[in-house]
């Protein structure tokens, strides 16, 4: 089984470590300055390698899952890790962002780079649905042999930035209904038509309502990044940015709302009250 580094153990990060740790892997990643609400979330599932210098000369494969706005600093770091202790993980790019930031990842290391994606919920062992996870370039199938429970490893036949690519359409639709969805409940309140346009939505979309909206609300800060990657992505096929940046927009606005500012699991399954997600922080 191959040793597995992960760079960073977030909620994702840390998600994809336990399924690779089911699989029979050894997974590792470096806790050095981490909060202590990561190094709690992280033992028992991975081990510490100590520093990064530590954690590229240890493993086999590394992962990169961060935020979409930390990628190219975290890609940089990784860089000048491999450059100082001549490792040469293969390095899989597993964040939401657009084809040309991958490229500019790869062109700084010093090692073989996949594209990757994840295109879902967090995944678990256990999971009824794996969580699937776009994989391009080269030497994709090499990371696609990584026995790992509830993930679904998908190799797209093309080169670095197919993934990336992938995942910017998926995503510019699941996360761009949702913004929409916020924005439409607190108009549609404003309107006193809060009911009516629910019970209508639901027709075509079951899960509409206030406390989706909410949960994205509180995702929204990470969102912001990735909604610009989109507009990246949908100017280099020739096409407006306006609307990725147009999500942006709404994203930055409920990251200021009161929701903006909880977690995913505060939000009451029966939430009927969209005042939360104006981004002044109402309600």
């Known amino acids: 089984m191959a040793v597995v580094g992960v760079v960073a153990p977030g909620?994702?990060?840390t998600a994809l470590a336990g399924c690779l740790t089911a699989g029979g892997h050894?997974?590792?990643?470096?806790?050095?300055?981490?909060?202590?609400?990561?190094?709690?979330?992280?033992?028992?599932?991975?081990?510490?390698?100590?520093?990064?210098?530590d954690l590229v000369r240890d493993v086999d494969?590394?992962?990169?899952?961060?935020?979409?706005?930390?990628a190219r600093?975290?890609?940089?770091?990784?860089?000048?890790?491999?450059?100082?202790?001549?490792?040469?993980p293969?390095?899989?790019e597993l964040d939401a962002v657009a084809p040309a930031t991958v490229a500019a990842v790869a062109e700084e290391l010093p090692t073989d780079l996949v594209d990757g994606a994840v295109?879902?919920?967090?995944?678990?062992?256990?999971?009824?649905?794996?969580t699937r996870v776009f994989l391009s370039g080269p030497r994709?199938?090499?990371?696609?042999?990584?026995?790992?429970?509830?993930?679904?490893?998908?190799?797209?036949?093309?080169p670095v930035g197919a993934a990336s690519a992938a995942k910017m359409c998926t995503a510019s639709v699941r996360k761009g209904h949702q913004a929409l969805l916020a924005?439409?409940?607190v108009t549609a309140a404003e309107h006193d038509v809060l009911e009516t346009v629910v019970d209508d939505l639901r027709l075509d979309f079951p899960d509409a309502g206030v406390p989706t909206a909410a949960v994205a609300a509180t995702k929204a800060w990470r969102f912001v990044d990735e909604m610009t990657e989109i507009a990246a992505t949908q100017a280099e096929a020739g096409l407006t940015p306006a609307l990725g940046e147009a999500l942006a927009a709404v994203y930055r606005a409920l990251a200021t709302s009161a929701w903006g500012g909880r977690r995913p699991d505060e939000v009451p399954a029966d939430l009927t009250d969209p005042s939360g997600l104006r981004p002044d922080g109402s309600g």
């Open 183 to 185: 924005q439409a409940l």
């Open 140 to 158: 994709a199938g090499e990371v696609a042999t990584l026995v790992a429970p509830g993930v679904r490893w998908l190799v797209i036949d093309g």
């Open 61 to 70: 494969v590394l992962l990169l899952v961060v935020p979409p706005g930390a």
């Open 119 to 130: 295109s879902g919920p967090p995944p678990h062992p256990d999971a009824g649905r794996p």
């Open 11 to 13: 909620a994702m990060g």
């Open 90 to 92: 293969l390095v899989a």
């Open 26 to 53: 050894r997974v590792l990643a470096s806790l050095a300055g981490r909060s202590a609400d990561t190094v709690a979330r992280a033992r028992g599932v991975l081990e510490d390698a100590g520093g990064l210098d």
């Open 73 to 88: 600093a975290a890609g940089a770091d990784v860089a000048q890790a491999c450059t100082r202790t001549g490792a040469r």
